[in-house]
């Protein structure tokens, strides 16, 4: 059976979006079991490099901690880019 190749902007467009997001997603989870395996095999403690496991452990666990400093970064780099943008203008 042939295969069907579909044109750029043509075709199924759930085809088209899985065939844009899966590449990246895939190199994202190898990545993050590179880095996971890397940090358990060198034996490198948490405090020097934790990996992704080591990380969402400790947001989970903190997020009671964590939620009010995230929201506080994310107004502070809204600003900034409203800022920017805005002086982009002129």
């Known amino acids: 059976m042939p295969h069907r190749v579909v044109a750029a ?3 199924d467009a759930a085809l088209n979006l899985l065939a844009r997001i ?3 997603l895939v190199i994202l989870i190898l990545g993050l079991a590179a880095w996971e395996i890397a940090v358990r095999v060198a034996k490198l ?3 020097i490099l934790p990996g992704p496991v080591v990380i969402v452990q400790a947001l989970v666990r903190d997020w009671a901690t964590l ?3 995230l929201v506080v970064t994310l ?3 809204l600003g900034a880019l ?3 943008t805005g002086c982009s203008a002129f």
């Open 45 to 47: 403690p948490v405090y």
């Open 9 to 11: 902007g043509r075709g």
């Open 75 to 77: 107004l502070i780099t």
């Open 22 to 24: 899966i590449p990246p």
């Open 67 to 69: 939620y009010p400093s």
């Open 82 to 84: 409203t800022a920017a």
